[in-house]
Nanobody, 121 residues
Framework: QVQLVESGGGLVQAGGSLRLSCAAA????????MGWFRQTPGKEREFVAS????????YYADSVKGRFTVSRDNAKNTVYLQMNSLKPEDTAVYYC??????????????WGQGTQVTVSS
């Protein structure tokens, strides 16, 4: 059974930083592209960042480029999202997903349960 468990969310002031982690189990992690998405109430889940299986290539939404960094440690079966210079509009539930590096959420195979990030102004 595949499990993706996000952690590291919380409340932070604008301009602050958080690092999200997503620990994977039940799959050969090093073979999977991984993505991060976020969702706010009433809106569709949107792409944030993704990383290839090797970590050699990363992709970002324009809204987070230069502020967020996605990375992975295949020895720990974990993918990270370092979020700097946070803005109130970054407030959302953040999800990790396995199976692709696409911006399209529909093509991912597995999803975590999400972690709340709240940025106060």
């Amino acid at each position: 059974q595949v499990q993706l468990v996000e952690s590291g969310g919380g409340l932070v002031q604008a301009g602050g930083s958080l690092r999200l982690s997503c620990a994977a189990a039940g799959l050969t992690f090093s073979r999977y592209g991984m993505g991060w998405f976020r969702q706010t109430p009433g809106k569709e889940r949107e792409f944030v960042a993704s990383i290839t299986w090797s970590g050699g290539t990363t992709y970002y939404a324009d809204s987070v480029k230069g502020r967020f960094t996605v990375s992975r440690d295949n020895a720990k079966n974990t993918v990270y999202l370092q979020m700097n210079s946070l803005k109130p509009e970054d407030t959302a539930v953040y999800y990790c997903a396995a199976g692709s590096t696409s911006r399209l959420r529909q093509v991912y195979d597995y999803w975590g349960q999400g972690t709340q990030v709240t940025v106060s102004s």
